[in-house]
């Protein structure tokens, strides 16, 4: 994983209680202007300093990790200005905004236990922040988390490894699928999950939700007229399949022959990525998952 996400500030805090160490959230709860951080953005931080998330590129976070252990001593939360309208005068955001964050000190070890539990159920989860503590009911800044984003990738050769790769070091939870062995073998030695098709009536079982991408980077028919039809069965919030604009039609034309109605043959990106007519399998790889987060983002 590249940066801090949702769930791993939760896991973190976590366990960072369970080894004994007090702890505050802080949370964005409020933007003036612009701000480098979406609202209900967070960061954990433990009394003696150490830290998880981040709300700048490092202008106001040692700032911020003194208030938190300052809340901690007192053990009361509030509510503080960075930036724009700010008390700090010497603490200025690079954006010229004003941001509000909320620090709550000592959440409850069991309602954060619950979020994480449901998040790895892959369930929504609604928490209510507040200065005096969180909880999955009341009064305070409603806080929704999202499970993360699981991408079901099937395909083979350097694009199709170079995606599963970057997906999982972005911090998606990867699924891959190849007939080629030695995609299967460079995947698991590097300890991904991995699954070698052996032949085209093997119909993987997989598990969609509204938080799956399934995307598929085969260069050949074959296998995905074997393994599309299914998985545009399964939930997900996203499909997509790599190829030129005439690969995608002769696609949906085959479609339609295995009984594929229009409105959920249409439903496939197409071809799949937002850098138009990439040629290399990193930046074709990057291309793919640039998409596959933007619509991740807007569930």
Same mark, same amino acid.
């Given at each position: 994983?590249?940066?801090?996400?949702?769930?791993?500030?939760?896991?973190?805090?976590?366990?960072?209680?369970?080894?004994?160490?007090?702890?505050?959230?802080?949370?964005?709860?409020?933007?003036?202007?612009?701000?480098?951080?979406?609202?209900?953005?967070?960061?954990?931080?433990?009394?003696?300093?150490?830290?998880?998330?981040?709300?700048?590129?490092?202008?106001?976070?040692?700032?911020?990790?003194?208030?938190?252990?300052?809340?901690?001593?007192?053990?009361?939360?509030?509510?503080?200005?960075?930036?724009?309208?700010?008390?700090?005068?010497?603490?200025?955001?690079?954006?010229?905004?004003?941001?509000?964050?909320?620090?709550?000190?000592?959440?409850?070890?069991?309602?954060?236990?619950? *979020? @994480?539990?449901?998040?790895?159920?892959? #369930?929504? +989860?609604?928490?209510?922040? /507040?200065?005096?503590?969180? $909880?999955?009911? =009341?009064?305070?800044?409603?806080?929704?988390?999202?499970?993360?984003?699981?991408?079901?990738?099937?395909?083979?050769?350097?694009?199709?490894?170079?995606?599963?790769?970057?997906?999982?070091?972005?911090?998606?939870?990867?699924?891959?699928?190849?007939?080629?062995?030695?995609?299967?073998?460079?995947?698991?030695?590097?300890?991904?999950?991995?699954?070698?098709?052996?032949?085209?009536?093997?119909?993987?079982?997989?598990?969609?939700?509204?938080?799956?991408?399934?995307?598929?980077?085969?260069?050949?028919?074959?296998?995905?007229?074997?393994?599309?039809?299914?998985?545009?069965?399964?939930?997900?919030?996203?499909?997509?399949?790599?190829?030129?604009?005439?690969?995608?039609? *002769? @696609?949906?034309?085959?479609?339609?022959? #295995?009984? +594929?109605?229009?409105?959920? /043959?249409?439903?496939?990106? $197409?071809?799949? =990525?937002?850098?138009?007519?990439?040629?290399?399998?990193?930046?074709?790889?990057?291309?793919?998952?640039?998409?596959?987060?933007?619509?991740?983002?807007?569930?």
């Amino acid at each position: 994983m590249i940066a801090a996400v949702p769930l791993s500030i939760v896991e973190q805090a976590i366990t960072w209680v369970e080894e004994g160490a007090r702890v505050a959230l802080v949370t964005l709860v409020a933007i003036e202007g612009s701000s480098s951080r979406a609202l209900g953005a967070q960061m954990a931080v433990t009394h003696d300093g150490r830290a998880i998330g981040s709300f700048s590129g490092g202008c106001i976070e040692d700032a911020i990790v003194g208030e938190a252990r300052d809340v901690l001593d007192a053990g009361q939360g509030r509510v503080v200005r960075y930036g724009l309208g700010s008390p700090y005068i010497d603490v200025r955001l690079p954006c010229g905004g004003g941001i509000d964050l909320m620090f709550t000190p000592d959440p409850s070890l069991d309602v954060l236990r619950g *979020a @994480r539990d449901r998040l790895h159920a892959r #369930q929504r +989860v609604t928490l209510m922040i /507040a200065p005096d503590g969180v $909880g999955e009911q =009341g009064a305070g800044f409603a806080l929704t988390l999202s499970p993360p984003l699981r991408v079901l990738a099937f395909g083979h050769g350097e694009d199709f490894t170079a995606l599963v790769q970057l997906a999982h070091h972005f911090g998606a939870l990867v699924e891959a699928f190849s007939p080629m062995a030695r995609d299967v073998d460079l995947l698991q030695g590097k300890g991904l999950c991995a699954t070698r098709l052996t032949h085209l009536t093997q119909v993987p079982e997989v598990i969609g939700d509204d938080w799956t991408a399934a995307v598929f980077l085969f260069h050949d028919r074959d296998w995905e007229d074997v393994l599309l039809p299914h998985v545009l069965s399964r939930p997900a919030f996203f499909y997509g399949a790599v190829g030129s604009r005439r690969t995608h039609a *002769a @696609r949906l034309e085959r479609l339609r022959a #295995q009984g +594929v109605d229009e409105e959920t /043959a249409a439903r496939i990106k $197409g071809p799949v =990525g937002l850098i138009a007519a990439t040629r290399d399998p990193a930046t074709l790889a990057m291309s793919v998952l640039a998409e596959v987060v933007e619509a991740y983002v807007k569930v």
